[in-house]
């Protein structure tokens, strides 16, 4: 158990996704969540490519932005990662496998952060 009293909170958050081509994304992102006297905001952007269709292999890179804040304390962070996330089925192009799944059952990716 946390302090003493009660505890209150709160989270919203967004995301866009646009497509560049049908194998190149842009997404952005914004999360906040607040307990209390603290909250977190993070803003993010995040770019992916499809390299192939035959071997379904698409590499990534992010930005995120994060703003922590409570108890009198402020702190800031910059997050950059890249990636590679390996995408599970048939072929097609990186649009039909985020939006309807290639394989009927929806997109089952694997994610590998660095």
Do not use: C, K
């Not at 958050?13 to 905001?41: I, K, M, S």
């Not at 804040?69 to 890249?82: D, I, K, M, P, Q």
């Amino acid at each position: 158990m946390f302090g003493h009293g009660s505890t209150s909170g709160g989270y919203a958050g967004g995301e866009v996704v646009a497509y560049a081509t049908p194998d190149f994304d842009l997404q952005g992102h914004v999360d906040y969540v607040g307990v209390n006297r603290g909250d977190q905001t993070t803003l993010g952007a995040r770019a992916e490519y499809l390299i192939s269709h035959s071997v379904p292999l698409s590499a990534w890179v992010g930005y995120d932005y994060a703003t922590l804040r409570g108890g009198g304390l402020s702190e800031n962070a910059n997050t950059l990662s890249v990636g590679l996330r390996y995408y599970f089925g048939g072929g097609g192009t990186l649009v039909q496998r985020q939006r309807s799944g290639v394989d009927g059952w929806g997109p089952s990716p694997v994610d590998v952060q660095f």
